[in-house]
């Protein structure tokens, strides 16, 4: 028998519970495990039963158990099963530490009577065998004819069965008497207790087995195996359906644990629109779309979850691998090829505000096969689709959803919970375009062609790409991470993206996956302040107007978070979605970020900067007064973040690492405290603004007690904090801000130290102290870019060159970075792309060049 065989609900409660973070697999052994026979001792498992509980015990927060009504010795001779399994026997009171009651000299006096009563009775009855067992003696009478095996119950019953001190526990053929309390339900609460389960799931056939179904609760499954009353939820006629069950749930979990199959991060390649963004793998799959915004919930999540957690798949009829998958140059177009059939991926642009579109184009002389399973809330919900005359439409989530698809027939399949849909289309006769709309239950056809929809959106990206002043270093990568930054750009709110994803790992396997599809003042800062020096202003100054915007809900700037949503407002509570693996089995995935709630004080200096930046390049612009330079608005937000700094640099924060643990006085906090203070004087000096002559004084103090407190001579260099000789690559900025002349013998010390500490090959890491996580994490691109900075302050040009090479050949096919990267194993790791690579990968380019020319 096979998986597809079992109940449709059934498959689905196995499924669910397969997900929980610790499972406690338990059965009953004859009748479940083994087939009831004539001869108990040749009750052998089933293969299939006893290799799927083998392997179920080898899974990581696993538990797996036999609860059996057999002696233990016995139980374990039978089973054969590995000590990975645990055996508990007599009815769950005989672990293999002993019984859970003692069993005292008037208990082994009473159970030597008890066998021997038994013996008589079966003596006199054909058929009837007795059972001896450590705490209990068993009259079976399976074998016996059946007037023969009531007068022998019946004799047992009405005997040893009443007398004081005797636990009686009846079964399909057989009468327990036991010396002490055997229970199955109290033994399956002693494993799940012990091995801290979150769900169990019991197999049982028997009445005894009913006393383990009262106990399950919750998201517990009992399954009942053949006829009879039963507690349990389900139900399965034989047991080769227990061997098919346990087969299923072992696959659902080890797929659930390790994570499915998982293309390398750094091969990803991201879609955008203003408002959009999408991921695509190398061979066309839609692996992340959300909507109806970046950081709501996915409808598409293959990406942490395999095709069970949503997916939109185009390929050749006939298998192959994708030859070549690549950006149409300077647009956000995604060209799949393959040797007879291309697929052509975009956002379009023209869509109402409430909508998230994708487009979709099919060329090409070969068949191709389409699989859209879209799984809205992070499939979570159930999903039904229903075919029409010109696509399919979706329900299950609050939010309508269509896939226009003229001309395509679908074949629709359900897995028990969700639908999927596959159609095989002909490109030959003309292009096969397929246009998912969310957000509308519109499937009729666009007012604008096709062609002319694709003509618009590439044109924004074109036409804004064209107008830059990119550095000549790797011109074609500086305007793919130019055109991924502005695709970050959330341009209904002015907001920018960290990144396009959540909880892509900073160690495979590890826990530190952590959703950034969030605006971070200081992230989105930098990137306005990148776009700024390539000559587009407009996205600073829309990100200042929504700076503007979240301050006006504060009682103050010193009370900013540092991060938001899109729209400005504050983040819901951290929270993990269970039901999915993470990629390549990195778990758990969270939505929601808890770094929301962490003092980073080193927030208002990029801000600083990037107004610092604009107002420079306003002025270079043509822009003929100080005060369209930088107008009133901007100025007040500088002083604002002066005063911010005034009333709390001086206080421990958590850093720019979001360190989950307890705040320290970061030296990075203090030099960006200090950058707040001097960029604001250089504007007011140079853009002729009045300020407060404490702003002097202060932006002294602060460096005084940056150099007091964060130089240490025993390590050579400025440390992460005032309270350790730990490093960071973050205190570079010692002399990135200015803090200290580059020249000075600390700096160049620091630098020293930092390369010997932290770098590794191509990578620089943050740190390498105890920040309270476990798992290790890449080094950070960002931090290899500011390693470059320093080298060229320093005059090691040769070595700053060097690592440039070695960020340029870790980006991926299409020239996307990840945060960080892995030098032993030559992998990228962390959210993709990355705002933060990629403005510093452009900030290498342009020292590099400016030195050159």
Known sequence: MSAQDLPIELRRALSTIARTPRLLVASDYDGTMAPIVSDPNKAFPHDESARALRALAG?????????????????????????????????????????????????????????SELDRIAAESPGVTVEHKPASVALHVRNAEPPIAARALKRARRGPATWVGVQVTEGKSVIELAVIETDKGTALDILRHQNGASAAV?????????????????????????????????????????????????????????????????????????RSVALLTPDANVTWLCHPEPDSAAIFAHLLGGPEAGHFSIGPERAALPLSQRYLDGTMTVETRWASLQVLDYLPHHVAPERTDLTRVITGDAKAVVSFAPRPEFGQ??????????????????????????????????DGVHQSATAVVDPSQGPVVLELRCGTWDLGPSVVAETERRATAEAYWRDWADKLNLPPLKPDLMKRSALTLRGLVHAPSGSI?????????????????????????????????????????????????????????????????????????????????????????????????????QVQLDVFGPIVDLICSLAHAREAQGFNTARTALPDVDWNLVCAMVSAVQRRWHEPDHGIWEIRDNPRHHVYSKVMGWLTVDRALTLAKQFDREHDPAWDRLRDDIAADVLAHGWKDDVQSFTAAYDGTDLDAASLHIGLSGLIDPADPRFAATVVATEAELRSGSTVYRYHHDDGLPGGEGGFHLCAAWLVEAYLLIGRRSDAEALFTQLVNVAGPTGLLSEEYDPVAERSLGNHPQAYSHLGLLRCAQLLSAESG
């Open 59 to 115: 899974l990581p927060h696993t538990t797996a158990a036999v609860i059996s009504g057999r002696a233990l010795r016995d139980l374990a001779a039978l089973s054969r099963l590995p000590v990975e399994v645990q055996l508990v026997g007599s009815h769950g009171s005989e672990f293999d530490v002993g019984f859970v009651h003692a069993i005292d000299a008037d208990a082994k006096q009473l159970l030597e009577e008890l066998g």
């Open 381 to 414: 919900v159930q999903v039904m689709l229903e075919r029409e005359a010109f696509g399919l439409r979706v329900f299950g989530t609050n939010d309508p959803v269509v896939l226009r698809s003229p001309g395509v027939e679908w074949e629709i399949v359900s």
């Open 497 to 597: 993206l960290a990144a396009a994803t959540t909880s892509l790992p900073e160690d495979i396997g590890g826990v530190r996956n952590w959703d950034y599809r969030y605006c971070w003042l200081r992230d989105a800062a930098l990137t306005a302040s990148a776009l700024v020096s390539l000559g587009s202003l407009q996205e600073a100054e829309e990100y200042l107007a929504w700076v503007h915007q979240v301050l006006e809900t504060l009682p103050g700037p010193e009370r900013l978070h540092p991060l938001y949503t899109i729209y400005g407002s504050n983040l819901p509570p951290e929270a993990v979605i269970d039901a999915l693996p993470g990629y390549a089995g990195s778990r758990p995935v969270r939505v929601g970020n808890a770094a929301n709630m």
């Open 202 to 274: 019991f197999f049982g056939d028997d009445v005894t087995d009913e006393k383990a179904f009262r106990q399950l609760s919750g998201p517990d499954v009992g399954i009942k195996v053949g006829e009879g009353e039963t507690l349990a939820k389900y139900r399965v006629a034989s047991t080769k359906d227990v061997a098919a069950a346990l087969a299923y749930l072992l696959e659902e979990r080890r797929t659930w644990l390790s994570g499915p199959a998982a293309p390398p991060i750094e091969r990803l390649t991201m879609l955008a629109s203003p």
